[in-house]
Structure formats: structure tokens, C-alpha cells
């Protein structure tokens, strides 16, 4: 399949309305991983396919035991997850690679973040850190090949400052350090491209967060 344009979504994004609470450092996990709604495909889940955690700043070196397509979804994933550590610390798109690794829809969802920080003078400081990556599904047949991945993202060091004065906000109480999230992939001609993030209100080694439960 020839991709003409970036895919868009099956599902309408709701409209967007920077709020107070989208400018506070808890409020970030919502921001950088939540999506309109979960793609409602009827997938059925392969064997969990376990990787070296990626993180901001570093790419796992693809195992021999992967397929081309496991491999690519993990890159992918990856990558755009550095491209948007990336564009919430300049709150700003530009002069990122984000496009290239998001459908409209997940880069919708990046674009209004960072515009939310830049309104109210604010950036997001250090980068999440994904563990215990596990593509949970995958579909490549079909028009459209589908991926879903599961892991624990550490946002231990990932908050948001004010720009001018240099200040951390602070975190809310009882905010998770590391949650449960949920990605899922799409690939469009020879791309696979990250189409919703989902953070969980599940804390990493809950019984209800095996990849079972998504």
C-alpha cells in the first residue's frame, strides 16, 4: 500500500481547551501518553514479545529472535519516543522527527501538548524511561497491519519547569512514578507509525497490569 497522506485516526480527537491541571507535572503522564479512545479492532494478541527497554535516548539493538516487523514496531516505538521527550522540552514540534514516527492522530495529540506548555511558559525537563517492553499484538494481515505494545514508563525524572525561572513545579501527591502504558501501531506502506499512547492509572507490577488485562 502507497501511504498518500498521514493516516488519520478511525476515531474523532475531541476538542482541545488548555487547562490548569494540563500545566501540572502529574498532569504530564495525561499529556505525553493518553488518547482520545482505545482502537477497537479486534486483534487477537500473539505471544508477548519482550525487548530491551528503550529509553529517550538510547535504541535496543534489535534481538536475532525477532521478526522485521517485531523489530520495526520496537524502533519505532523508540523513536518516537525520543521525538516527543524532545518536543516537550522545547515545547515545540520543531525541530523534532516526531512526524515521521506518529499518524495525525498521535501527533494531534503532541502538537496541542506542547502548545499547552508554551502558553503557559513551561517545558518539560529529563525524559521518561521505558521498562519491561512487550509488543502484546500483533496483525499483519489485512489492509491495515496492526501492533499493540505494553510497558512500564518511569517518569521518575520527567517533569515540567518554567521556562523563564528555571523552577520544577511540583508534583502532585500521589502521582506514579511508573505506570502501565499502552501504544498502539499501525503501518502504512512500508512505515509502521505510533497511533494512540495511553497512560494507565495502574502502577508498574500490578496483578491487573499483565498483558492479559489490556
Do not use: F
Not at 478511525?10 to 494540563?22: E, I, S
Not at 521525538?83 to 522545547?90: F, G, N, P, R, V
Amino acid at each position: 500500500m502507497t501511504r498518500a497522506s498521514r493516516p488519520q485516526g478511525r476515531t474523532t480527537v475531541r476538542n482541545w481547551k488548555p487547562t490548569a491541571a494540563l500545566l501540572a507535572v502529574g498532569a504530564l503522564l495525561t499529556l505525553s501518553a493518553c488518547s482520545s479512545d482505545n482502537d477497537s479492532s479486534d486483534t487477537k494478541p500473539s505471544a508477548p514479545v519482550s525487548s530491551a527497554a528503550p529509553s529517550s535516548s538510547t535504541s535496543p539493538s534489535p534481538s536475532p529472535s525477532l521478526s522485521a516487523d517485531q523489530a520495526a514496531v520496537l524502533a519505532v516505538y523508540t523513536h518516537y519516543r525520543e521525538e516527543q521527550a524532545k518536543a516537550y522540552s522545547k515545547a515545540s514540534v520543531s525541530g523534532t522527527d516526531i512526524e515521521k514516527y506518529a499518524t495525525t492522530e498521535a501527533l494531534g495529540k503532541v502538537t496541542r501538548d506542547v502548545l499547552s506548555l508554551r502558553t503557559a511558559g513551561n517545558a518539560a525537563s529529563g525524559a521518561p524511561v521505558s521498562h519491561n517492553t512487550e509488543i502484546t499484538a500483533l496483525k499483519t494481515d489485512g489492509p491495515i497491519p496492526k501492533a499493540t505494545i505494553k510497558d512500564c514508563l518511569d517518569v521518575t525524572n520527567w517533569g515540567v519547569v518554567n521556562k523563564k525561572t528555571g523552577k520544577a513545579l511540583p508534583t502532585p501527591k500521589g502521582q506514579l512514578k511508573k505506570h502501565v502504558n499502552d501504544v498502539t501501531l499501525e503501518k502504512w506502506g512500508n512505515r509502521w507509525l505510533v497511533r494512540t499512547d495511553t497512560a494507565k492509572s495502574i502502577a508498574c507490577g500490578d496483578a491487573s497490569a499483565s498483558p492479559s488485562a489490556s
